[in-house]
């Protein structure tokens, strides 16, 4: 297991040398500059290459990707141009709040979705299963923006039962558990909005690995030798139906911490979603780069980590 590990992550080197000639490229070929996209009127043309020259955007692009991946190498991911601080600290200071939020979703979702992929598959086209499917396409096929902003109207406008938008309530000094039960309070629309967005998906996973178990010669046997119904469901089938999950468990990984860029924007909430958004319109290229870049490791990482469980909750899988 030791030896297949380090062989993975020695892979990720030219897979991630390959990812940032990409990415870069990409952001090369992408036309304007962040002296452009700031549109001052008032700025000269001399001005704007004198800009152009400190930020080092004159320089040809093989140039800047050079320069950019040696600091990279050294831990350095440079300057955002927007936010006129490091790269590391921009992350640091965005990424926590959508990290809550993300989280909170997966604990969700996964939760109801084990729960009613289980009950569905046992319930083949019984009323509770032709229920929670015509539930779990209608959230797959509505936009996570008009959920959101019907959960505004619904819920926050007319019931006045929840706050409209923000992290906190303006204005509040709070700290300790009444800090985060504000926090809390505020996530809750949002949070509700990406449970039901990824929990549909979720469901007719979980739902299909189940029917495909419960078919299998070793459950009918369980039952013949009497076992109650609820310890081959949950006890013999369950774990197996799991184990194709796994493989969506190591993709969650990158999803924590890449945000909701629509979601954090209807519901004005302060994530790197909406952060890295900005950044793609403001040309900010250290710092779109640079969280791609965080993105893709994470990305690999979450494969590896897959990999690794996989083999664990099925002793049958070697890892060579």
Known sequence: MRQYIIRRLLQLIPTLIGISIIVFAISAMVPGDFITAKNNPNMTAEK???LRH???LDKPEYQRYFIWAGNMLKGNMGDSLQHKMPVTSVINTYVWNSFIIAFATLILSWIIAVITGVFSAKFQYSFF???VTLVVFLCMSLPSFFIGLL???????????FPVAGMTTAGLNASGWAYIKDVAYHMFLPTVVL??????SLTRYFRAGMLEVIRQDYIRTARAKGLKEVTVIFKHALRNAL?????????ELPALFSGAMILEKVFVWPGIGQVY???????DYPFMLGFTIFLAVLTLLGNLLA???YGIADPRIRLK
């Open 48 to 50: 704007a290459e004198d």
């Open 54 to 56: 400190i930020y080092g």
């Open 129 to 131: 299963d032709r229920i």
């Open 151 to 161: 959960l505004i109207k619904l819920l926050a406008l007319d019931w006045k039962l």
């Open 195 to 200: 449970t039901m967005l990824s929990t549909g």
């Open 243 to 251: 184990l194709p999950a796994i493989t969506l468990l190591g993709f």
């Open 277 to 283: 958004l900005e950044s793609i319109n403001m040309r």
């Open 307 to 309: 990999d690794v469980l």
